[in-house]
C-alpha cells in the first residue's frame, strides 16, 4: 500500500487547497503523472505522483485545504493484488458504510470525472437514487474558481512571500559576491547565432546565462542542492529555479531540469514553455519542488546588479544585472565594452567566499566561449 | 492594411502578453517596453505574434528601430507595402 502525500510545493507553501482530482478510484498512475490540482498562496500547481499505482481510495475532497504531509489517496503497487473497493461504495470502504443508494451510471461517471464522493451527496431521482443533475450541483458547490479574487490573491501570495523570505534570512548566513562580466563574445556571438533564424526560434541571452551557470555548478557542487536538517544534500543535476515575475504581482522561480544536459535551442524552448506556464498557472510540482539553485534577471528591469535572498532550502542564487556598455580596461588598453554584472548570494554553512569567488570567475569564463555553451 | 486595422492587431497582440493593457493609457511616443513592462522574452512573445498574424519577418538586427507604439505601427506598415 503507497500513501501518496500532499508534497511540498516551495519554502513559502505549508498548506493547499486541493481544486480536482484527475483520477478516480481503480485507475493506474504512472510516476510523474498528474493526478490532482491543488491551489496555493502563490498558483494552482499539477501535482504529480511519484510512482506507479493502482489508486484505491480520495482521501482528501476537492475544495479541502489540508496541510503539506497530508496524506491524500491510498494507492496499490502496479503488482499487488490488494482489493479495488466495490463500485458504488466511494472508496470508503464496506463494514460500517449506508446502504447502498442507486445511482445512475452517468452520474457514477461524471462524479468520477469530477473527483465527487458519492455518499455524502443530496439524492433527488426516483427512489433516492443520485442522477447526474445531483452530481453537477455537488460539484459546483465544491468547484472553486482556480484562482481566488485577485486581492486576495495577491495578498496571500505576498504574506508568502514574507514568511520564506524571512525565514531564509533568519536561518542563512548570507554571503555575497560580485562580477562584471564582459558580454562582447556572447552578445555578438547570440547576434550572429540568430542572425539567420526564423523568430520562432531566436535565442534569448537569458538562456546562455542559465547554460553556464549550470556548467558552472559542475566543479562547485556546493552552490546546488539542499540544506536540511542541519546538513547540506548536494544535488547530482543542475535544476535552475528562474525568478519569473507574475503580471499581477509577485514572483515564482519554478525549475528547469538538468539545465546542464540540455542544449541552448532546449533550454530556450524549456524557458518560454515555463514562463508562459507560470503566468497562466498551470505548473507542475516538481517544477515547485526540485529547484536545486535559483537565477534571477532582474537586469531585465534594468538595474545594474541583484543581490538575492536565497530560497531555502536551496543554498545560492546567481543574479545577472543588465548588459550596458561601459569603460572597460584590458591588457593596457580602454574599451567599450557591454557588462553584465553577475552576483552570488551563497549559504555560509556550506560554502565560503574564497569558493564563490573561484565559482563566479568560472562563469565569467565559461560566458566568455559561447560557443561552448 | 488600414491604420486603424494594424493598430487594432497590434494592440490585441500586446493584449495577449500583458492583458492588464489598456489601449488610452499607451503614449505613442514613449518606449514600449518600459510602459507595458515587457521582459525581452515578452518582447520575443510580442514579436512573434505579429510574424504570425500579419506574416511579416522581424529581423533581430531590427529590433532596436522598434522603441515606441508609433515605430512599431510605421515599420509594420512599411513592411507590409
Redesign the interface.
Given at each position: 500500500m503507497i500513501e501518496f502525500k500532499l508534497p511540498s510545493l516551495g519554502a513559502d507553501m505549508d498548506e493547499g487547497k486541493l481544486l480536482e482530482w484527475k483520477v478516480g478510484p481503480g485507475d493506474t498512475v504512472k510516476k510523474g503523472q498528474v493526478v490532482a490540482i491543488v491551489d496555493t498562496s502563490k498558483a494552482a500547481v499539477d501535482v504529480e505522483i511519484w510512482c506507479d499505482g493502482v489508486v484505491q481510495e480520495l482521501l482528501v475532497q476537492p475544495g479541502e485545504t489540508v496541510p503539506v504531509g497530508t496524506v491524500l489517496a491510498i494507492l496499490s503497487a502496479p503488482g499487488d493484488s490488494l482489493p479495488l473497493p466495490p463500485p458504488g461504495a466511494g472508496g470508503r470502504g464496506e463494514g460500517g458504510a449506508p446502504p447502498r443508494r442507486p445511482i445512475t451510471p452517468a452520474a457514477r461517471r461524471r462524479a468520477k470525472e469530477l473527483g465527487i464522493d458519492l455518499d455524502s451527496m443530496p439524492a433527488s431521482g426516483p427512489g433516492g437514487a443520485v442522477t447526474i443533475e445531483d452530481v453537477e450541483r455537488a460539484a459546483a458547490k465544491v468547484s472553486l474558481p482556480r484562482t481566488a479574487a485577485a486581492s486576495d490573491k495577491q495578498a496571500e501570495m505576498r504574506m508568502a512571500i514574507a514568511a520564506a523570505m524571512s525565514r531564509s534570512k533568519r536561518e542563512i548566513p548570507h554571503y555575497y559576491l560580485s562580477e562584471p562580466v564582459a558580454m562582447r563574445r556572447a552578445t555578438e556571438w547570440l547576434?550572429k547565432a540568430?542572425?539567420g533564424k526564423?523568430?520562432?526560434s531566436?535565442l534569448?541571452?537569458?538562456v546562455l546565462q542559465l547554460k553556464a551557470v549550470a556548467l558552472a555548478l559542475k566543479q562547485f557542487p556546493e552552490m546546488s542542492g539542499f540544506y536540511r536538517d542541519n546538513a547540506f544534500q548536494p544535488a547530482a543535476a543542475a535544476h535552475i529555479g528562474v525568478a519569473i515575475?507574475l503580471?499581477?504581482g509577485g514572483l515564482i522561480a519554478p525549475a528547469i531540469h538538468d539545465v546542464g544536459d540540455k542544449t541552448l535551442e532546449q533550454l530556450m524552448l524549456d524557458?518560454?514553455d515555463l514562463?508562459k506556464r507560470a503566468r497562466s498557472g498551470s505548473l507542475r510540482s516538481s517544477e515547485m519542488s526540485d529547484p536545486t539553485i535559483t537565477v534571477t534577471?532582474l537586469g531585465?528591469?534594468g538595474v545594474a546588479a541583484v543581490y538575492g535572498v536565497i530560497y531555502p532550502p536551496q543554498v545560492a542564487l546567481v543574479g545577472f544585472g543588465r548588459i550596458a556598455e561601459q569603460p572597460w580596461a584590458e591588457h593596457g588598453t580602454l574599451t567599450v565594452m557591454p557588462v553584465a554584472t553577475a552576483s552570488l548570494a551563497a549559504d555560509h554553512r556550506v560554502s565560503d567566499g574564497h569558493r564563490g569567488a573561484l565559482f563566479l570567475a568560472e562563469l565569467r569564463d565559461l560566458l566568455q566561449q559561447p560557443e561552448n555553451l | 492594411m488600414e491604420e486603424k486595422e494594424l493598430r487594432a492587431v497590434v494592440i490585441a497582440t500586446l493584449k495577449t502578453i500583458a492583458p492588464e493593457v489598456e489601449e488610452g493609457d499607451l503614449r505613442p511616443d514613449r518606449p514600449l517596453r518600459n510602459q507595458v513592462d515587457l521582459d525581452s522574452m515578452d518582447w520575443l512573445n510580442f514579436l512573434i505574434g505579429l510574424h504570425e498574424k500579419l506574416k511579416v519577418d522581424i529581423p533581430e538586427a531590427d529590433y532596436a528601430k522598434l522603441v515606441t507604439l508609433g515605430d512599431v505601427l510605421d515599420y509594420l506598415q512599411k513592411k507590409l507595402k
Amino acid at each position: 500500500m503507497i500513501e501518496f502525500k500532499l508534497p511540498s510545493l516551495g519554502a513559502d507553501m505549508d498548506e493547499g487547497k486541493l481544486l480536482e482530482w484527475k483520477v478516480g478510484p481503480g485507475d493506474t498512475v504512472k510516476k510523474g503523472q498528474v493526478v490532482a490540482i491543488v491551489d496555493t498562496s502563490k498558483a494552482a500547481v499539477d501535482v504529480e505522483i511519484w510512482c506507479d499505482g493502482v489508486v484505491q481510495e480520495l482521501l482528501v475532497q476537492p475544495g479541502e485545504t489540508v496541510p503539506v504531509g497530508t496524506v491524500l489517496a491510498i494507492l496499490s503497487a502496479p503488482g499487488d493484488s490488494l482489493p479495488l473497493p466495490p463500485p458504488g461504495a466511494g472508496g470508503r470502504g464496506e463494514g460500517g458504510a449506508p446502504p447502498r443508494r442507486p445511482i445512475t451510471p452517468a452520474a457514477r461517471r461524471r462524479a468520477k470525472e469530477l473527483g465527487i464522493d458519492l455518499d455524502s451527496m443530496p439524492a433527488s431521482g426516483p427512489g433516492g437514487a443520485v442522477t447526474i443533475e445531483d452530481v453537477e450541483r455537488a460539484a459546483a458547490k465544491v468547484s472553486l474558481p482556480r484562482t481566488a479574487a485577485a486581492s486576495d490573491k495577491q495578498a496571500e501570495m505576498r504574506m508568502a512571500i514574507a514568511a520564506a523570505m524571512s525565514r531564509s534570512k533568519r536561518e542563512i548566513p548570507h554571503y555575497y559576491l560580485s562580477e562584471p562580466v564582459a558580454m562582447r563574445r556572447a552578445t555578438e556571438w547570440l547576434a550572429k547565432a540568430n542572425e539567420g533564424k526564423p523568430i520562432t526560434s531566436r535565442l534569448l541571452m537569458a538562456v546562455l546565462q542559465l547554460k553556464a551557470v549550470a556548467l558552472a555548478l559542475k566543479q562547485f557542487p556546493e552552490m546546488s542542492g539542499f540544506y536540511r536538517d542541519n546538513a547540506f544534500q548536494p544535488a547530482a543535476a543542475a535544476h535552475i529555479g528562474v525568478a519569473i515575475s507574475l503580471r499581477q504581482g509577485g514572483l515564482i522561480a519554478p525549475a528547469i531540469h538538468d539545465v546542464g544536459d540540455k542544449t541552448l535551442e532546449q533550454l530556450m524552448l524549456d524557458l518560454t514553455d515555463l514562463v508562459k506556464r507560470a503566468r497562466s498557472g498551470s505548473l507542475r510540482s516538481s517544477e515547485m519542488s526540485d529547484p536545486t539553485i535559483t537565477v534571477t534577471n532582474l537586469g531585465e528591469q534594468g538595474v545594474a546588479a541583484v543581490y538575492g535572498v536565497i530560497y531555502p532550502p536551496q543554498v545560492a542564487l546567481v543574479g545577472f544585472g543588465r548588459i550596458a556598455e561601459q569603460p572597460w580596461a584590458e591588457h593596457g588598453t580602454l574599451t567599450v565594452m557591454p557588462v553584465a554584472t553577475a552576483s552570488l548570494a551563497a549559504d555560509h554553512r556550506v560554502s565560503d567566499g574564497h569558493r564563490g569567488a573561484l565559482f563566479l570567475a568560472e562563469l565569467r569564463d565559461l560566458l566568455q566561449q559561447p560557443e561552448n555553451l | 492594411m488600414e491604420e486603424k486595422e494594424l493598430r487594432a492587431v497590434v494592440i490585441a497582440t500586446l493584449k495577449t502578453i500583458a492583458p492588464e493593457v489598456e489601449e488610452g493609457d499607451l503614449r505613442p511616443d514613449r518606449p514600449l517596453r518600459n510602459q507595458v513592462d515587457l521582459d525581452s522574452m515578452d518582447w520575443l512573445n510580442f514579436l512573434i505574434g505579429l510574424h504570425e498574424k500579419l506574416k511579416v519577418d522581424i529581423p533581430e538586427a531590427d529590433y532596436a528601430k522598434l522603441v515606441t507604439l508609433g515605430d512599431v505601427l510605421d515599420y509594420l506598415q512599411k513592411k507590409l507595402k
